[in-house]
């Protein structure tokens, strides 16, 4: 990484009372790459990302946001959109009186009118928030975020409770940010998203830095896996093919063309069909799994 980080976490510790919710964490975001903190539930991403959004201080270590402190509202706020898990929003403002009064708190320059057309909330902007649906709201909280297209976007389980429609428009519209600079951050327990997106994966667990780098570098070590079942009365597979616990085989494998094709010589040279059958490389979900005997 040649040019500056737009984010550098070095060494950060947070306690809450004499509980490590973050232990000595370090990572660096490079400008325009989206870089995905995953782990499991209570691994401390949330906490993390806090301080290193300015909104609590960390018990030591360093954080850096465009070189300067997150804390240091005037020469950070402006560039940086946060989209929390949690909206904030007064219940009784109108959508359109949310998104300027969050677009005049964000003192970036942008237009409400295209800001909720974005999120196609055009037709909702005289509705109360507390009348919107939960999927609504999200956009409304991803509205924003976006205003003024900031250069770093934080965005904290932003399809959550979204419909297929919502979650399609909402990554066209981080597309079409990325493709003009900006820089996200994202966490997600929604694993595809992750995996189709991300440029560089963070995997926390019990407050720390488990492991990271792109997709292909974390599967890499984990086999690929095909997936099948069988009718009642069919022959049973030969190993590597093994049964699983819950009904049907599963084979893992490093060579996944070959182990495929012998598979479906066997099943052709039987006379069996393979029903529901799957095959793909290694997921993130799997690698997260194996974080769980860690
Ligand atoms: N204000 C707080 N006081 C004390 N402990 C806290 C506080 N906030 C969070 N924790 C604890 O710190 C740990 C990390 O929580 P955090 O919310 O950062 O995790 P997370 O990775 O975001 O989890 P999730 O995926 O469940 O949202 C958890 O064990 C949580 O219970």
Do not use: C
């Not at 909720?116 to 709201?137: C, F, I, N, P």
């Not at 974390?218 to 030969?238: D, K, V």
């Amino acid at each position: 990484m040649t040019s500056t980080p737009v984010i550098d976490v070095d060494r950060l510790t947070l306690r809450y009372g004499g509980f490590h919710a973050v232990k000595d964490l370090s990572f660096r975001v490079a400008r325009g790459e989206l870089y995905a903190l995953l782990g499991t539930n209570g691994a401390g991403k949330t906490t993390a990302l806090e301080v290193v959004e300015g909104h609590r201080r960390a018990t030591s270590g360093t954080v850096r946001v465009f070189g300067r402190s997150p804390r240091d509202r005037r020469a950070v706020r402006h560039r940086v959109g946060i989209m929390l898990q949690e909206s904030g929003f007064s219940p009784d403002l109108t959508v359109r009186e949310s998104v300027a009064l969050m677009g005049a708190l964000s003192h970036r320059e942008d237009r409400v009118g295209r800001v909720l057309d974005l999120v196609d909330l055009t037709r909702r902007a005289g509705t109360r928030v507390s009348q919107l649906s939960g999927g609504e709201k999200r956009r409304l909280d991803f509205a924003a975020a976006v205003y003024g297209r900031p250069e770093l976007l934080f965005l904290d389980e932003p399809t959550a409770g979204l419909d297929i429609r919502s979650r399609d428009a909402l990554w066209d519209a981080v597309d079409r940010l990325r493709a003009a600079g900006t820089t996200v951050v994202l966490t997600t327990h929604y694993l595809e998203e992750a995996q189709q997106r991300a440029d560089r994966v963070g995997l926390m667990h019990r407050g720390s830095l488990h492991r990271e780098g792109s997709v292909a570098d974390l599967t890499r070590a984990l086999p690929a896996t095909i997936r099948f079942s069988l009718a009642p009365g069919a022959p049973t597979p030969r190993p590597p093919a093994v049964a699983r616990p819950g009904g049907g085989f599963v084979v893992e494998t490093f060579a996944l063309q070959r182990e495929l094709r012998a598979l479906l010589t066997w099943a052709g040279g039987h006379g069996v069909e393979l029903l529901g059958l799957e095959a793909g490389p290694t997921r993130l979900d799997d690698v997260l799994r194996s974080l769980d005997g860690t």
